[in-house]
T-cell receptor, first 115, second 114 residues
């Protein structure tokens, strides 16, 4: 049961343009969402997060949008840079009860930014 | 460097051998998580510690797996009688209870079982 899905395995973008990475989830109880970037042979690096009480969060070139009714979130990177090329994972967390905030990850999207 | 550290970074072992990995979380973090990642997939939750107490274990964690966090600081993950299916990246993450749970990951230990 894949509760968090990233349906695009890869995305290719020209430098300077906008990159949009998408993520869908099925569990309406998730209340905290995160994006991580991962380079080969390294652990995931935290990028940006959003609480379910918000619909947008911005941090520099990165903006995350949350549409709770559609159970959909997206990460916008603008402008995209070659150094952004990596695998991007969305993750969802559930607080309260016995969940302890463990993360449920999507399968990842490989972003390639061409110079 | 005050991030999460893991040791070793790489481990190659023969099937049937036991292996142990270590994780040192960010010093003030009281929550510690172990995840496993296989090729083409996102990390999957294995187990969670609040200080020294192991509060949750995934069904992915068979009886051959055991994790400890004896003094609420570093943690170890042991796999007994390794199998080829155990080959994966083992990731440790830590976070600070009391706020929305942003977990910070270590570099991982790559296990290869021959």
């Amino acid at each position: 049961d894949q509760q968090v899905k990233q349906n695009s395995p890869s995305l290719s973008v020209q430098e300077g343009r906008i990159s949009i990475l998408n993520c869908d989830y099925t569990n309406s109880m998730f209340d905290y969402f995160l994006w991580y970037k991962k380079y080969p042979a390294e652990g995931p690096t935290f990028l940006i997060s959003i609480s379910s009480i918000k619909d947008k969060n911005e941090d520099g070139r990165f903006t995350v949008f949350l549409n709770k009714s559609a159970k959909h979130l997206s990460l916008h990177i603008v402008p995209s840079q070659p150094g952004d090329s990596a695998v991007y994972f969305c993750a969802a967390s559930l607080f309260g009860g016995t969940s302890y905030g463990k993360l449920t990850f999507g399968q990842g999207t490989i972003l390639t930014v061409h110079p | 460097d005050t991030g999460v550290s893991q040791d070793p970074r790489h481990k190659i072992t023969k099937r049937g051998q036991n292996v142990t990995f270590r994780c040192d979380p960010i010093s003030e973090h009281n929550r510690l998580y172990w995840y496993r990642q296989t090729l083409g997939q996102g990390p999957e939750f294995l187990t969670y510690f609040q200080n020294e107490a192991q509060l949750e274990k995934s069904r992915l964690l068979s009886d051959r797996f055991s994790a400890e966090r004896p003094k609420g600081s570093f943690s170890t993950l042991e796999i007994q009688r390794t199998e080829q299916g155990d080959s994966a990246m083992y990731l440790c993450a830590s976070s600070l209870r009391g706020k929305a749970d942003t977990q910070y990951f270590g570099p991982g230990t790559r296990l290869t079982v021959l």
